[in-house]
């Protein structure tokens, strides 16, 4: 089946494949702008995984081929603290924004991105990020809904006079 590891620089790639086709699926990417999106994501992950701003997570075939079938990673970034009403304390610490949650058209509908999740999750807990976000994908909200995520009220700007 497969087999998830942390991703390296050495995955930078795969990783920026994924992104590019992620938006390709969600009708986001023009055809001209694949390869430099492509190109852009590559440098990007090959300095973040580097030094610590993006940890992600691969699913990867163990079959010996090594062909990566998922991946999911988190940006991280620093979180002013804030009031967090519903556990009556203050959140902290480092954020972790979701990204780059992607799986292979082969193996969807498998429980690939779920048990990337569920990796990146118990990561999460372990490492002191109290505060996970995404944005999700029609397609992908059912599994984070599952996972235990919730609607929020935030907003896009999009520009203005």
């Not at 992104?19 to 023009?30: I, W």
């Not at 970034?77 to 799986?103: C, F, H, K």
């Not at 082969?106 to 807990?125: I, K, S």
């Not at 996970?132 to 029609?138: C, E, F, K, N, Q």
Request: net charge positive.
């Amino acid at each position: 089946m497969y087999g998830i590891r942390r991703v390296t620089a050495a995955d930078a790639g795969v990783l920026a494949r994924h992104r590019a086709e992620m938006f390709r699926d969600m009708g986001e990417l023009p055809d001209d702008l694949y390869d430099t999106l492509i190109d852009a994501a590559r440098a990007y992950f090959t300095q973040a995984v580097a030094d610590g701003r993006y940890v992600g997570w691969v699913a990867e075939l163990d079959d010996g081929s090594g062909d990566i079938v998922g991946g999911a990673g988190l940006q991280l970034r620093e979180l002013l603290p804030r009031p967090d009403a519903a556990r009556g304390r203050l959140v902290r610490g480092p954020q972790g924004l979701i990204l780059n949650v992607y799986t292979e058209r082969a193996w969807r509908r498998r429980g690939v991105a779920d048990a990337l999740m569920r990796e990146l999750l118990r990561w999460c807990r372990g490492n002191g990020v109290d505060s996970v976000v995404l944005h999700a994908s029609a397609k992908g909200r059912p599994l984070y809904e599952k996972l235990g995520f919730a609607p929020t009220n935030e907003m896009r700007y999009a520009g203005g006079p």
